[in-house]
């Protein structure tokens, strides 16, 4: 191990995230019963609500409602899944009314691949815009120059 990098932490994830939204209640409800994360605890008089996901100690999500002003900041994140259950995921996203989407924002009834990790893709919003991914890293090799389109276009290549 090099000197330089005995000095840096060994990183093995991002344990926490936070987004902001514009009612609570309604963004509980969407993560606790759309998405099906394990509601952790709710502070009210701060307005602040936390989940796990898959469990205390892989990660934590905190939802922060805003006050009642025009402006909104809207953020992406990822939410790691199987491979089995990316491909379940564009039906049950639709189930729930939710509209699966590529990288691009084109609706999909399939996940994409990004092939420059490669990587199973979906997309979606939450009630205040957010744009949450649903992402499972293929043991495939790389392919760049495939860009970012279906898994039949990825398996037929």
């Known amino acids: 191990m090099s000197a330089d990098t005995a000095m840096k932490?060994?990183?093995q994830g991002i344990y926490e995230t936070h987004l902001t939204v514009a009612d609570l209640k309604?963004?509980?409800t969407f993560y606790r019963d759309i998405l099906g994360l394990e509601f952790a605890a709710e502070f009210p008089q701060r307005r602040i609500?936390?989940?796990?996901?898959?469990g205390?100690?892989?990660a934590m999500l905190g939802l922060w409602e805003t006050g009642t002003g025009p402006?909104?900041?809207r953020l992406h994140m990822a939410f790691r899944l199987s491979q089995e259950e990316m491909m379940q995921a564009p039906a049950l996203l639709i189930g729930k009314g939710l509209t699966p989407h590529g990288f691009h924002g084109e609706p999909v009834t399939e996940p994409i691949v990004i092939g420059w990790v490669p990587a199973l893709s979906l997309y979606f919003n939450d009630p205040d815009g957010h744009s949450i991914?649903?992402?499972s890293?293929?043991?495939?090799?790389?392919d760049a120059a495939f860009g970012m389109r279906s898994y039949t276009e990825w398996k037929a290549r």
């Open 9 to 11: 932490p060994q990183i």
């Open 26 to 28: 309604t963004s509980t």
């Open 49 to 54: 609500a936390f989940f796990w996901v898959n």
């Open 56 to 58: 205390k100690r892989n």
């Open 71 to 73: 402006l909104k900041m």
């Open 133 to 135: 991914e649903f992402l």
């Open 137 to 142: 890293v293929l043991d495939d090799e790389p």
